[in-house]
């Protein structure tokens, strides 16, 4: 099975509240992935809405005909919109209000008592729940004490590293994902991966089986700037299909 390709558009809102005003339009841009073929869009939500706004949420899931996945914190605030908007899954990741960018997984070891409330309600309200976690056995454990059905690993570390051209450390972490993932799927979860992967670094994690699906988002809203969004897309999918092919030659 090819893995899914979700397509993360938070970065196109990014550019419009850059200057205020009604474009770039994300809701434009999830339709533009769903014709270069897209499996689903997700869009993350921040409390401060540095990017993604709440009548964004509302459009996609009116406007967009693909499934969407809802990056969220686990506070009162976003699980009330969560269950208004029962979007078809959330990933509940951390959330600091300083960072960039999302920086490493969530510790649902640590924050289990807190967390157990959130994907309670959010599976009792029909969405699909996931995690968006470190590849270790103790936060997918975590993860399945909770009752979720996905989780979603975190590449960060390993683009990093890909990036730097680290090859020693960019290996080691990939076998980290690989052992991670076939872990979670012998223990029945659903595994997706995703954060800071590329042209260059998406290849050896789709080649992973147990990976159903892949989030990536800043770097295909990135090459969108120079080749069109199309066929970011287009190429993204084609290297995501040939790595799970050639895994299987």
Known sequence: MIP???????HVATIRNARGGDYPDPVRAAQMAL???ADGI??????DRRHITDRDIVRLGQEVKLPLNLEMAATSEMLDIALDAAPHAACIVPEKREERTTEGGLDAAGQHNHLAHFTQALGDNGTRVSLFIEPNKRQIDAALSLGVPVVELHTGAYAEACNAQDEGMAAKILDDLRTAAEYGAGQGLEI?????????SVKPVAAITQIKELNIGHFLISEAIFCGLETAVLRMKGLIMS?????RS
Do not use: S
């Open 243 to 247: 790595a799970r092919q050639e895994a």
């Open 192 to 200: 997706h991966a995703g954060h800071g992967l590329t042209f260059d």
């Open 35 to 37: 014709l270069a073929g």
């Open 4 to 10: 899914r390709l979700g397509v993360n558009i938070d």
């Open 42 to 47: 997700t869009a993350h939500l921040r409390e």
